[in-house]
């Protein structure tokens, strides 16, 4: 919302207060501040002057007038134009030589096209009054020669433009900013809708309301005789440009002129395009209509429309019908101002994607009370600028609606705030915003918590009054104030006139507790080790396309492919809950390596979304009157899906990189495994590794993740058509594994094993093993077979070629022995390792090397 300055000043008395003073008042009472613009600060030494001759110069390819011009100094100015629309005797805005326009721009003396000109002849553009630059602006005939252009027309002024939130909508008007700033500065406001309407009860033209949830108030003024080439006065075409508005029309720019002072919208209707009664409807199943911006809507039957006998002719609060707009012969019209549902315009403005100055402000509520006193200011302005007759009557359809009332303890915005306010200042302070306080309370509005209107107003403070006290005030809020519903909101109010800044800075105690669950330190300790690994933590959106699945190379029938669909996605490309981490990460690696970026190790913690079997299709929508019931918490858990946390990391390129020490070493599938062993690491728990073939891994080079019989994940190098489908660099490998299931298995607190004073006895063992042998379960057979005097083995060599057989590979082991109370012999450590190799043989078909 843009707010000339002096625009306010003619509702608040406001003291020398620059326009920097009076934004810093507003911020402090809660309103955002965007932008202050300044206009016509740096524009000197334009005058009135009269035009006395004009000479058309020739042999140019453009007209170019070589004019006199009389600005009340000894001699007329010589200056030359390129204009048309003036003629001698006009009085016109002249910058003199050394002069300056807006934007800095100096005008001086100089030769030009022949002929000497001494200075500029200055349209409404030039000048910062508008965009109309088709011509030099003519002033009244009356306008003294040699007055201060600046001073007579108002060029200097302030322009504040506030960020209005969806709760304050009633500061998207110069009458609601107005009121907030004669409330910081703690003078007089003179409300512009304070206004005599005269009491007619003949109706002007027939309207009704078809249907009472759509508009509880609908009113038409007529007006006749009206002159269509009438010209908006320059003074509002000035407010209307730096307020954001562009000046279209006298008619149209009335109204636009009153929605911004007033914060009500108006719509105009040509009268001849009117047939039969006007009726406010919700839409009927296959109704269209072509609005003012030349498209054809198809309508829903939740829209609101504004009808006629012919059908809908405007869609009500959003924007008017081709067919019935003021047109540039329309000399008959009829003005109508309404207060429409807030929800219905809302909905009916996203449906249709179709956000107007006038939906803005009814979707956040407009005053009740106004259409009566908009309309007629309308009809009055364009019977005075337009030349036109107001006809006699009103039409004035509503709705009874029982006004909101709210019983509130007099000490509840000191409860909010934890800094006391005397009942007088509460008092006081919701008075100001307009609000009717009286003493007591209600007992229906108290007891019952829910008054006529339905709007929930206090009952739950009961709680409250052994702290604050009995003493409660029964607060009706203004018909301009439709945000205030609760008394949380009242409080707000009391509290931000007072001043956020007199709040005291006071940190909250720490709750008792025993710091972080299991869960959470384990989430922190895998996110340390995978930083300290070399991989760096994204954060992805949890939101997926189902064309993910399809570049994931996931079957049909995939489990991952159930998604959960979103009701108002924020892309339409992204509608659905992801399933599985790795869409966001790849999107997130081929972002960096598009940057320059090849070398890239991600990973990422999160939770991803599989709906359960059977599930119902959607969870209940509950109201807020009261607490739910079991069954319905538990139909809405039903509804949930299962939302297990995930780890995930991605890689390509150099793992270890190159330079002045040597090469590097580009990231592999052995890297993925590695990294989930990372994370196992710090659940304590030893993974169990085997080859699989799992979408959207690589199928000779995907690994299965296990803790005991529990699949927990897969790592390995993706599949190349998931590589080419992503746009991934070749050999790019990811790992994904289930924490909670980690989480779910993780042992106990830490027990410190006992630490032998023994030496260790090592045994070295090479065993040949068929070349499809897992490497794990070899190392599970050697563990078993050895019994307890193994402290701990380790693979440190694979070798494949002629000497062990083709289709065979040799593993060479490291097994070390100790026992804890006593120095080992070579005869028990050979023992055991023989058993370790019997165990196997038995197992793996593994044979000794060299035997």
């Known amino acids: 919302m843009k707010v000339p300055l002096s625009w306010l000043r003619e509702y608040v008395d406001l003291p020398a207060a620059t326009a920097h003073e009076v934004a810093d008042r507003l911020t402090m009472a809660g309103l955002k501040l965007e932008a202050i613009t300044s206009y016509g600060h740096d524009v000197k030494n334009v005058v009135v002057g009269e035009v006395l001759e004009i000479e058309e110069l020739s042999g140019f390819k453009k007209p170019i007038r070589h004019c006199k011009v009389e600005v009340g100094e000894a001699t007329p100015r010589e200056i030359v134009c390129g204009a048309t629309n003036f003629v001698a005797g006009d009085r016109v805005p002249v910058v003199l030589p050394g002069g300056v326009l807006p934007g800095g721009f100096e005008v001086g003396a100089r030769k030009t096209y022949g002929r000497m000109s001494e200075g500029m002849i200055c349209s409404e553009r030039e ?70 309407v005269p009491a007619e009860t003949e109706p002007s033209w027939p309207a009704s309301i078809g249907d009472p949830t759509a508009c509880d108030r609908f009113v038409l003024r007529e007006v006749r005789g009206f002159d269509p080439a009438a010209q908006s006065p320059l003074w509002m075409r000035v407010r209307l440009s730096r307020s954001g508005m562009r000046p279209v029309s006298l008619a149209v720019d009335v109204t636009n002129y009153l929605m911004l002072e007033l914060g009500q919208p108006l719509h105009a209707f040509d009268r001849s395009k009117l047939t039969g009664e006007i009726v406010v409807r919700r839409a009927r199943e296959g109704e269209r209509l072509e609005t003012l911006d030349h498209v054809v809507r198809e309508l829903d039957p939740d829209d609101i429309l504004i009808t006629d006998e012919s059908g809908p002719i405007s869609m009500a ?40 100055e006038a939906s803005k402000r009814f979707e956040r509520g407009v005053d009740r009370e106004l259409p009566l006193v ?33 019983a509130i303890p007099a000490g509840h915005p000191s409860a909010v705030a934890g800094l006391p306010y005397a009942k007088e200042v509460v008092v006081g302070r919701l008075e100001q915003v307009g609000c009717v306080v009286t003493d007591g309370d209600d007992p229906a509005v108290r007891q019952g918590g829910v008054d006529p209107t339905g709007v929930v107003t206090g009952g739950e403070l009961a709680a409250r009054l052994a702290v604050t006290g009995p003493d409660m005030i029964t607060v009706t809020p203004p018909s301009w104030r439709p945000d205030l519903t609760d008394p949380n909101d009242l409080a707000e109010e009391v509290i931000r006139l007072e001043g956020y800044d007199r709040l ?19 989430r922190r300790r895998v996110g340390r080790a995978l930083a300290e690994g070399g991989y760096v933590e994204v954060l992805s959106y949890p939101f997926i396309g189902a064309d993910d699945f399809d570049r994931l190379q996931l079957p049909a029938d995939d489990a991952r492919r159930r998604a959960m669909r979103l009701a108002n996605p924020l892309s339409e490309d992204e509608p659905l809950m992801r399933t599985t981490l790795l869409p966001g990460l790849l999107k997130t690696l081929v972002r960096n390596v598009g940057r320059g970026f090849g070398d890239v190790a991600l990973f990422e913690t999160g939770a991803v979304y599989r709906p359960r079997e059977n599930a119902p299709a959607a969870a209940p929508v509950l109201g807020v009157a009261r607490r739910p019931t079991e069954d319905e918490l538990a139909s809405i858990e039903a509804a949930l899906p299962d939302q297990p946390l995930r780890v995930a990391v991605v890689l390509a390129g150099e793992f270890e990189r190159s330079g002045w020490w040597g090469s590097g070493r580009e990231a592999s599938w052995a890297d993925a495994v590695q990294a989930a062993r990372l994370v196992a690491a710090e659940s304590r728990i030893e993974l169990s590794i085997s080859a699989d073939q799992h979408e959207p891994w690589h199928p000779g080079r995907c690994a299965a993740l296990y803790v005991g019989d529990t699949l927990v994940g897969h790592a390995g190098e993706l599949h190349p058509r998931v590589i080419e489908a992503y746009g991934l660099p070749p050999r790019t490998a990811a790992m994904e594994l289930e924490l909670s299931r980690l989480e779910s298995g993780m042992p106990g607190p830490v027990q410190a094993p006992p630490v032998s004073p023994y030496p260790v006895a090592t045994q070295d063992v090479a065993l040949i093993v068929p070349d499809f042998t897992p490497v794990a379960d070899v190392e599970a057979a050697l563990r078993d077979g050895a019994g307890e005097l193994l402290e701990s083995v380790r693979l440190f060599d694979v070798y494949a070629g002629e000497q062990v ?47």
Request: hydrophobic fraction near 45%; glycine fraction near 12%.
């Open 127 to 196: 000048l910062g009054l508008g965009d109309d630059h088709n011509g030099i602006m003519v002033l009244p005939a009356d306008t003294p020669i040699g007055t201060d252009v600046v001073e007579l027309l108002g060029l200097r002024d302030d322009v504040i433009e506030l960020e209005i939130t969806p709760d304050i909508g009633y500061a998207l008007s110069v009458r609601g900013v107005a009121r907030e700033v004669a409330t910081a500065f703690g003078v007089a406001f003179r409300d512009p809708a304070d206004v005599e």
């Open 317 to 356: 609060g959003t924007m008017g019908g081709l067919e019935t707009e003021i047109s540039d012969g329309s000399t008959d019209i009829v003005i109508e101002a309404a207060h429409f549902s807030a929800t219905g315009i809302s909905r009916e403005s996203r449906r249709h994607g179709l956000v107007s």
């Open 374 to 406: 908009a309309s007629w200011r309308a009809v009055q302005l364009l019977a005075e600028l337009g030349g036109a007759t107001v006809q006699p009557g009103v039409t004035h359809a509503e709705v009874d609606v029982t006004p909101a009332r709210i």
């Open 805 to 851: 057989g083709e289709g065979n590979k040799s593993l060479a082991y490291t097994m070390r022995f100790r026992a804890a109370d006593r120095t080992l012999t070579v005869e028990e450590t050979t023992a055991a390792r023989d058993a370790a190799v019997a165990m196997a043989a038995d197992r793996v078909g593994a044979q000794l090397r060299g035997v």
């Open 504 to 522: 005291p800075s006071v940190l909250p105690s720490a709750p008792a507790g025993a710091g972080l669950t299991e869960g959470q330190r384990l």
